[in-house]
């Protein structure tokens, strides 16, 4: 019976591999991924400046399903996940300039308001 169960995880974990790794062959799969791990709070600071302590454990929580994520995704198809981190570098990137841009345009307007 042992042998079943274990052939059955196997062919389980198999195919979440495999499914994972079409899905991050994917822009959209690898949109999707960073999303879900930026939702998650894989990459931000854990606090709780209120003491509110449900609320840390709440975001602990998530962080910590968010980090399984990555993990899996990083043994499943470790290149597309950097991939997925490249991609989405250069659309922060992209979207930084676009407010550096129109910050800039902002202060010139306010430096031209203040000469008058």
Do not use: H
Not at 18 to 28: E, I, S
Not at 42 to 59: E, I, K, P, T
Not at 83 to 101: F, H, I, S, Y
Request: net charge positive; aromatic share 4%.
């Amino acid at each position: 019976m042992q042998e079943i169960f274990d052939r059955q995880a196997r062919e389980r974990n198999e195919q979440l591999e495999a499914d994972v790794k079409a899905v991050l062959g994917t822009a959209a799969g690898r949109r999707v991924l960073m999303s879900l791990l930026a939702k998650g709070g894989v990459w931000s600071r854990l606090g709780c400046a209120d003491g509110d302590a449900m609320r840390l454990a709440y975001a602990s929580g998530r962080r910590d399903a968010g980090a399984d994520l990555l993990g899996f995704c990083n043994r499943a198809a470790q290149p597309l996940v950097g991939l997925a981190m490249q991609e989405n570098n250069e659309r922060v990137r992209k979207w930084n300039e676009e407010l550096d841009a129109r910050r800039a345009q902002l202060d010139e307007q306010q430096r031209k308001g203040d000469r008058r």
